[in-house]
């Protein structure tokens, strides 16, 4: 399984941004796509995951109701969509995918076992 992520760049408090998570050499409708991100000087957390099969969601309290996890099955992409970004939202945002799908663990970054390079998102206060 391969994963290309893409979208980043800098932008303002307040504005949006539409990350893509390409995903390719699997079949996916059994397992988790999510996304985590990681901020100079800290840990990798965890931000937003899909279930591919079923489209159900869930956040990180820091994104909820502003940032949207979705896929498109017919090109095998997953998006985030944020919104509202604050400067705190500055990070590289990975991508990454699990098999099978559990609730259990499902924002614990070793759980992943296929990871995307990274974007890097900016934003400015």
């Known amino acids: 399984v391969q994963l290309q992520a893409s979208g980043g760049g800098l932008v303002q408090a307040g504005d949006s941004l539409r990350l893509s998570c390409a995903a390719s050499?699997?079949?996916?409708?059994?397992?988790?796509m999510a996304w985590f991100r990681q901020a100079p000087g800290k840990e990798r957390e965890f931000v937003a995951v899909?279930?591919?099969?079923?489209?159900?969601?869930a956040y990180a309290d820091s994104v909820k109701g502003r940032f949207i996890i979705s896929r498109d099955r017919a090109k095998n992409t997953v998006h985030l969509q944020m919104n509202s970004l604050k400067p705190e939202d500055t990070a590289v945002y990975y991508c990454?995918?699990?098999?099978?799908?559990?609730?259990?663990?499902?924002?614990?970054?070793?759980?992943?076992?296929?990871w995307g390079q990274g974007t890097l998102v900016t934003v400015s206060s």
């Open positions: 990454a995918a699990r098999s099978p799908w559990r609730v259990g663990g499902m924002w614990a970054s070793d759980e992943y076992h296929f």
């Open positions: 050499g699997g079949y996916f409708n059994n397992y988790g």
């Open positions: 899909i279930r591919w099969g079923t489209g159900s969601t």
